[in-house]
Antibody, heavy 123, light 109 residues
Framework: EVQLVESGGGLVQPGGSLRLSCTASGFTLNSHWMTWVRQAPGKGLEWVANIKQDGSESFYVDSVKGRFTISRDNAKNSLYLRMNSLRAEDTAVYYC????????????????WGQGTLVTVSS | SSELTQDPAVSVALGQTVRITCQGDNLRSYYASWYQQKPGQAPVLVIYDKDKRPSGIPDRFSGSSSGTTGTLTITGAQAEDEADYYCCSRDTSGNQIYVFGTGTKVTVL
């Protein structure tokens, strides 16, 4: 059974940093692109970033470029999101998802999602 | 970047058909995928590659596409279909990003 479990969320002050983790099981992580998606309280879904199977390529939404870094450790079956210079508008539930087609495929297909981890940026 | 526009809310009588639309210029180039999200839960993929259903998704869910509009249809809506639905596609600006639609709240009466 495919499972994705996020961790690392919490309360952080504006300007602070946080690293989210996503632990994968039930499939071979190094065979898949992976994606982070976030959802602000009461709002819709927003794609944040994705990363290629070997970590050699990654892409970001403009609002997090230069502040967030997506990475992975396939040996540990883990995906990460390092978030620096956090702002109030980064407050959201952050989901990791398996990204079947990746950055160069046809449609976007995010077929398995974790349950999410809440990040709150507030003083 | 491009945008995907959805109606904020629609309602459907139990057992009837509801169509949820997603409009955006990037849908000329890419099909929309569709995600169902119930309160407090993670999104679930219900349609991909225009009209394909993942394993375990009931066949009352179907997808279609024409021009700049993608459509998710629920034929014979059930109480458990009450949820938020989001479309998703690629941006066509060449920067390899994804875009989600604004979301539609479906209420089953």
């Amino acid at each position: 059974e495919v499972q994705l479990v996020e961790s690392g969320g919490g309360l952080v002050q504006p300007g602070g940093s946080l690293r989210l983790s996503c632990t994968a099981s039930g499939f071979t992580l190094n065979s898949h692109w992976m994606t982070w998606v976030r959802q602000a309280p009461g709002k819709g879904l927003e794609w944040v970033a994705n990363i290629k199977q070997d970590g050699s390529e990654s892409f970001y939404v403009d609002s997090v470029k230069g502040r967030f870094t997506i990475s992975r450790d396939n040996a540990k079956n883990s995906l990460y999101l390092r978030m620096n210079s956090l702002r109030a508008e980064d407050t959201a539930v952050y989901y990791c998802a398996r990204d079947i087609n990746g950055a160069y495929g046809d449609d976007v297909r995010l077929d398995y999602w974790g349950q999410g981890t809440l990040v709150t940026v507030s003083s | 970047s491009s945008e995907l526009t959805q109606d904020p809310a629609v309602s459907v009588a139990l057992g009837q058909t509801v169509r949820i639309t997603c409009q955006g210029d990037n849908l000329r180039s890419y099909y929309a995928s569709w995600y169902q999200q119930k309160p407090g839960q993670a999104p679930v993929l219900v349609i991909y590659d225009k009209d394909k259903r993942p394993s375990g998704i009931p066949d009352r869910f179907s997808g279609s596409s024409s021009g700049t509009t993608g459509t998710l249809t629920i034929t014979g809506a059930q109480a458990e279909d009450e949820a938020d639905y989001y479309c998703c596609s690629r941006d066509t600006s060449g920067n390899q990003i994804y875009v989600f639609g604004t979301g539609t709240k479906v209420t089953v009466l």
